[in-house]
Each structure stands twice: as structure tokens, then as C-alpha cells.
């Protein structure tokens, strides 16, 4: 039987950090409020001069290959999981493709917001355990800064949002690496968390506006209290559907590494399940939620921390926009 495992993990964040304090000064907000009802410090915010989704997954590429021993020729497939592509169209696994110097190979975008990675990393696995690719690179980049309302009116979403990059190179193995996917779905809830335009279904005159400046359609909009209820309840669903399916239990979790989406939300389920703080990784203090991209840079911070052993079973869980909600166990 063939399986797929993760033999590199790299991130690469913009170099911007945008402090509680910065924050305060342009709207109605305040350091306590922020770090009491998110955990978080500081985010990183591009520097739309230099840096691109495509950029910044190229740059997260190279850290995960060069921690694999491989270099780009080795790739021979793209899945890049991105809500905020540096074009409506064509995707950012094109771009980061090119970025890479890879004409040729097949890249595929997938747009399932927080719970992108995972999906990502599941379809990978598939194309893997079917013999169909060999070397995949499976990235998740977002650049959520330039779609905030930074006034008091967007304060619930832009205080949390980052930026940022992380990348994870799968390969063939004889014994199974990732030993489950599970991934989800609840359409009716939409419009919680979204950005509503360009969208083409809109009549020609509100999709090709004079002046957008003005419209609250480009921004993210979110009904944080009904996304964070749901978050809790999908994110334990999710992670006890990954251990019932492996036969396994809380306790065999080395770490659980979950979408950077709130720290209260990170420290309820550790709470629920039980998990000593060893068990579960947390860098949203420093970086924000960076969505797709928040799995990836953990996993790969986590790493280099030695926090990822040979031999761990690694569980990652993700719920946001859609609402989607996704978990892979891992055996590193
Ligand atoms: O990434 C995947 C999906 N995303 C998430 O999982 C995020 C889930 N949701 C959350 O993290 C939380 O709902 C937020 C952090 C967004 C908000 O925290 P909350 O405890 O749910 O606050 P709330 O929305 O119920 O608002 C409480 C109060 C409101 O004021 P009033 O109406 O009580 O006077 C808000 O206007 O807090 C106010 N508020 C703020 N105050 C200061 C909202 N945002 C801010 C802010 N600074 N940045």
C-alpha cells in the first residue's frame, strides 16, 4: 500500500508587524480588549510594494525544500489553498508556479478559507496514494490585511486578521504519514464570514462600480459570536471524528495544531479534551489569523522547535468561512 507523508514544512510572514497599539490608534479599540478576547499581540500586514501571495508561498516553498533536501524540479504538482488570490482570476497556483520557474506542472487552487489547508492536504494525499504524483507541494498563503475595514466599523475583523505563508512538501512512504482526513461542509451559513464582491452574480452596474472605495462589499464582514459558537462545537466533532476513525485517544495526540482562528477558541477545546498545554500549539499572539496559511506556519514553527517528533501523530483542525471545517491525523 502506498500512503503519502510530509518530508518539509516551511512559512515565511511579512516583515510589517502591526502592534494592539497601532490598532488603537485608528479606531475605537484597545489592548486589553484584543489580547482578552483574541490572545493576540500583533499580526503582520504586507507591504503591497514588495510582497504577493505568490511571493510569499514562493518564499515558504523554499524554507519546506530546503528543510527536504529537494529543490523546486522535484515538484511535479501544486495544490495552493488561498481566499485572497492576487487575482479574481487565474488562481495563485499558477502564479506561484511561475514564481518557480515550474512551466508545466498542474496547480490547483482550492478556496475553503480556514479549513483550506486541510482540504488541501487531502487531496494531495489522494494523488499521492494513487501513484498519479510523486512530489507535491501544498501551500496555504493569504493576504487578508488589504480586504480589512480598518475603522471602527470593521474593529471585530481587523483586529484579528493577518498575513502570511506556510508550505508542506508530500511524498510517497511505505508506512502511513497522514492517516485520515475528514472534511466538512454547511453552506447556510454563507454570509457569517465572507467578502461579498467582485461577486458575478451582481448586476453589471454594483460589480463595475465607479468609485468601490466607499462599498463595505470588498471587506470582510463577519457575525463573529455565531462563528466563534459554531467554531467550538465543529472543531471537537471534527478532531473526535479523526481519533474515532484511527482507533485512538486524546492522550495519543502528541500535538494538536489548530487553526490560529482565536485563542479562547484554542484553549476550550483544550479545555474540553483534557490536553496539557504541551499538547497544543498556539502562535496566534504573533501572527493573527492568517486563515489558510495559519495550519501551515504553525506546523512548520512547530517543527523547528522540535515540537514535531518522529514517530508523533499530529492532529490539525480547522472551522471558518463557508462554514467549513476540516482534520487530518498525522504520524510524522
Ligand atoms: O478563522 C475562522 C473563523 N473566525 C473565527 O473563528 C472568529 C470567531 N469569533 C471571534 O473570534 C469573536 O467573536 C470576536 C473576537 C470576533 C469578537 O469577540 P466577542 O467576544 O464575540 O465579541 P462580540 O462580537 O460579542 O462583541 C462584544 C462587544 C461589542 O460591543 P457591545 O455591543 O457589547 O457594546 C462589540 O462592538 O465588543 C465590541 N467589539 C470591540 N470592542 C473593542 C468588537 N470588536 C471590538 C474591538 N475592540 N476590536
Avoid at 516551511?10 to 479606531?27: A, D, F, Q, R, W
Avoid at 490585511?145 to 498575513?163: C, E, M, P, Q
Avoid at 470582510?220 to 466563534?228: E, L, R
Wanted: hydrophobic content about 40%.
Amino acid at each position: 500500500m502506498r500512503y503519502s507523508k510530509i518530508v518539509g514544512l516551511g512559512h515565511h510572514v511579512p516583515e510589517g508587524i502591526v502592534t494592539n497599539e497601532y490598532l488603537s490608534n485608528v479606531m475605537d479599540t484597545n489592548n486589553e480588549w484584543i489580547i482578552e478576547r483574541t490572545g493576540i499581540n500583533e499580526r503582520r500586514w504586507i507591504d503591497p510594494a514588495k510582497d504577493t501571495v505568490a511571493n510569499m508561498a514562493a518564499k515558504a516553498t523554499r524554507m519546506a525544500l530546503e528543510r527536504a533536501k529537494l529543490t523546486e524540479k522535484d515538484i511535479d504538482f501544486i495544490v495552493f489553498a488561498t481566499i485572497t488570490p492576487d487575482y479574481f482570476f487565474p488562481g495563485s497556483g499558477v502564479l506561484l508556479q511561475r514564481e518557480l520557474g515550474l512551466e508545466g506542472i498542474g496547480a490547483l487552487d482550492i478556496r475553503n478559507a480556514c479549513s483550506g489547508f486541510i482540504y488541501a492536504l487531502s487531496v494531495a494525499d489522494q494523488f499521492i496514494k494513487t501513484g498519479m504524483y510523486k512530489t507535491i507541494l501544498v501551500v496555504g498563503a493569504e493576504i487578508q490585511s488589504t480586504a480589512l475595514d480598518v475603522t471602527t466599523r470593521g474593529r471585530n475583523t481587523a483586529v484579528i486578521f493577518g498575513d502570511g505563508a506556510g508550505a508542506a512538501i508530500l511524498q510517497p512512504s511505505d508506512h502511513p504519514g497522514i492517516l485520515s482526513t475528514h472534511l466538512h461542509s454547511d453552506g447556510r451559513f454563507a454570509e457569517e464570514l465572507y467578502v461579498k464582491d467582485p461577486g458575478s452574480s451582481r448586476p453589471r452596474e454594483e460589480r463595475q462600480p465607479e468609485q468601490i472605495l466607499d462599498t463595505t462589499t470588498y471587506k470582510v464582514v463577519m457575525n463573529g459570536n455565531q462563528v466563534f459558537k459554531h467554531a467550538v462545537v465543529r472543531f471537537m466533532e471534527v478532531i473526535n471524528e479523526a481519533l474515532k476513525a484511527n482507533n485512538m485517544k486524546k492522550d495519543d495526540i502528541n500535538l494538536l495544531v489548530p487553526h490560529q482562528a482565536n485563542l479562547r477558541i484554542s484553549q476550550y477545546i483544550q479545555e474540553k479534551m483534557g490536553l496539557s498545554n504541551d499538547q497544543v500549539y498556539n502562535n496566534i499572539m504573533r501572527y493573527g489569523n492568517t486563515t489558510a496559511a495559519s495550519i501551515p506556519i504553525a506546523m512548520s514553527e512547530a517543527w523547528a522547535e522540535g515540537k514535531i517528533k518522529e514517530n508523533n501523530v499530529i492532529c490539525l483542525a480547522a472551522f471558518g468561512s463557508g462554514f467549513t471545517w476540516a482534520s487530518a491525523l498525522i504520524r510524522w
